[in-house]
């Protein structure tokens, strides 16, 4: 059997319309999988009770505090990239945004103070005593450690 060159045509047409719309569902699908929620804090070793006061002025008191699962944040000063330990921190307080980056001004226990600039997008988790709770560095105004 010959095809004709009408024929030929609209075969390729049909398959490269099958591509497309394989690609297309492949791709809405995927970008379905999950909403952002989360289900718990991560486990982090070493209890931080904190208090959290978010950009709307609601305060949140809670423990089991972590910065994307870990227990320092993790930010820029400059050119350099830095790790701030809880354990050295009395209180953190968010300041201007500028691209994806926030300004921090970080209050230390010794008395001292540090600034850098950390991921607006970090997630911070904690466990407070109506469940867990999740909240970006962009929606925090400050975090004391108690």
Do not use: H
Request: net charge positive.
């Amino acid at each position: 059997m010959r095809w004709t060159r009408v024929e030929r045509r609209l075969s390729m047409l049909q398959w490269v319309c099958r591509a497309v719309i394989t690609l297309t569902a492949f791709i809405l699908l995927t970008a379905m999988g999950t909403t952002g929620g989360f289900e718990k804090a991560p486990r982090v070793e070493k209890n931080f009770a904190v208090i959290i006061t978010d950009a709307s002025g609601s305060k949140i008191a809670g423990e089991k505090f972590s910065a994307e699962g870990r227990i320092y944040f993790s930010g820029y000063l400059g050119m350099a990239q830095v790790m701030m330990p809880f354990d050295r921190v009395r209180e953190l307080t968010v300041g201007e945004f500028q691209d994806r980056k926030a300004k921090v001004l970080v209050k230390l226990i010794d008395g001292t103070q540090a600034s850098f600039e950390i991921d607006s997008k970090t997630r911070c988790y904690g466990e407070a005593n109506f469940g867990s709770f999740m909240l970006t560095i962009s929606e925090i105004k400050t975090i004391v450690f108690k």
